[in-house]
């Protein structure tokens, strides 16, 4: 049902790269690796602005495109507008409710640097993913029921938008409730110099990042 985008992947670690490249003092590996943590899942812009020097405007573009990556299999469905919405508006809060600590930053001989970053997973899916099962076969035995008894089929659209809206209610529940999550894991990111004295952090490892931010065993 969800499938979670590779959200820093393609748009975090190219804003990395144009970001250091303009550091004069130095480098500080952790705190513009969650700086920028911040302002691509929680939206919080004050202290990737005041490290890089970047508008108001081009810090909020980092998290819209974060959760426009997020919501592109949703919009493919062309679900109703104000289901949409809804799930955007749902993603947009999971990932501002996302939980890491970055440890301080390691240092080598060549200049690069690594960063311990401890990811609390969200378990959101993993905690709804019976309830909605069971929502959805109630909701297929009622279409069966009412079509035996004479009603007309629901179209395949009509249905879809149903058991999206069944798993939209199950999941705004939920966190509205309050969310749970699982054991911290840590996740090294590299942070290499490069050309010009350019830090980038290898899309590899954003993706190992952003994989932890919110459990899926129970869909795998």
Known sequence: MYRKKRITAVVVAAVLLAVLGGCVNKFNAAGYTKALLDVTYKNETEQYIELTGSTQEAADE????????????????????????????????????????????KEDDNGNFTVDVSVEPITIFDDTYSQFQEKAKEYATQVSNDVMNGAEMPSEEEMQNHIYDIYY????????????????????????????????????????????????????
């Open 169 to 220: 209610h199950i999941l705004n529940e939920v966190l509205e409730q309050g969310l749970s999550y699982g054991k911290a894991e840590k996740v090294t990111v590299h942070i290499n110099k490069g050309e010009g004295d350019i830090y980038e952090i290898p899309k590899e490892d954003m993706t190992a990042l952003d994989d932890k931010m919110l459990s899926r065993e129970v869909l795998q």
């Open 62 to 105: 980092i998290f819209t495109k974060s959760l426009d990556a997020t919501m592109e299999d949703y919009e493919k469905l062309n679900l109703p507008d104000e289901l949409e919405k809804n799930y955007r508006q749902l993603f947009g809060d999971l990932m501002k409710s996302v939980r890491y600590t970055v440890s301080e930053a």
